[in-house]
């Protein structure tokens, strides 16, 4: 059921360690119950992701908790990524060497994989200390800018919305259904917490609806108009596949065009 209580996104509390491992654990078992449930026909099916398939995502996840459960390993595949393909950013040439190493892997080794490392990897997260968490790391992305560069926001806010905005990814490609809950609410509004801080509307009530959703305002001051949307529609905008998001609006006229044109980095 959608939170009826209304946020500040900018007073939200950033998310803890201990929290993330709960929500990471909870998305981990979706991920692994919905992948399990497919065959050779989905997995080749494309998917949000430009090029990628759904086995090409499936190596992807993989490839991602294979390098938190072990920094040393993301280090090396990091480096081997830049040499092998130099002419793309950093971050996706890390993706296409995850799909390179783990592509021939058959669906259901993926998933077994998967079921292994992902546990080690949410403990490994959840155990890097405070000193380590505040490291500044976007001099090893220089062409991905984020809205924090600590190593905190990479774990705690990225990590956990990249796996579920893949979940959805897989299950818009496969025809499969979204299972969403109130641990999916808590990445929803962490999520919230980005498009806040470069907000250029007006300040505006933001409601997403869905078993995920809530209201939040964002912008400085009192809201001058409302936005509703769908959830996970308004998500997928966020993360630039849908550029048409359905949106709902009464108040002032700009609010509708800042929600529409809003973009983060998923």
């Known amino acids: 059921m959608m939170q009826t209580a209304t946020t500040d996104a900018a007073e939200m509390a950033p998310i803890t360690p201990g929290q993330v491992a709960e929500v990471a654990t909870a998305e981990l078992e979706a991920s692994i119950e919905l992948l399990s449930d497919l065959d050779d026909r989905d997995r080749a099916a494309p998917t949000d992701c430009a090029g990628w398939t759904v086995h090409d995502l499936t190596a992807h996840l993989v490839g991602q908790y294979q390098g938190l459960a ?47 490392v992902g546990p080690k990897a949410i403990r490994a997260r959840r155990r890097v200390p405070g000193l380590v968490r505040r490291q500044r790391i976007g001099w090893m992305y220089p062409g991905e800018p984020l809205p924090d560069d600590r190593l905190s926001y990479v774990l705690d806010v990225l990590g956990l919305r990249d796996a579920w905005m893949h979940r959805i990814d897989i299950a818009r490609a496969t025809g499969r259904p979204l299972a969403l809950g109130s641990r999916d609410g ?81």
């Open 70 to 116: 072990k920094p040393s390993v993301h280090l090396r595949h990091h480096h081997r990524a830049h040499v092998r393909y130099p002419a793309l950013s950093r971050l996706d040439a890390d993706h296409r060497q995850q799909i390179d190493d783990l592509g021939g892997r058959t669906g259901p080794e993926l998933v077994v994989m998967l079921a292994a």
């Open 186 to 266: 808590v990445i929803v509004a962490q999520v919230i917490t980005d498009p806040d801080r470069a907000w250029d509307g007006p300040p505006t009530l933001l409601e997403l609806t869905g078993p995920a959703g809530g209201r939040w305002t964002v912008g400085l001051g009192t809201p001058t108009a409302t936005i509703r949307a769908d959830t996970v529609d308004y998500l997928r905008a966020l993360s630039g596949r849908n550029d048409n998001p359905a949106l709902q609006a009464d108040g002032d006229s700009a609010a509708a065009a800042a929600a529409a044109a809003a973009r983060i980095a998923f």
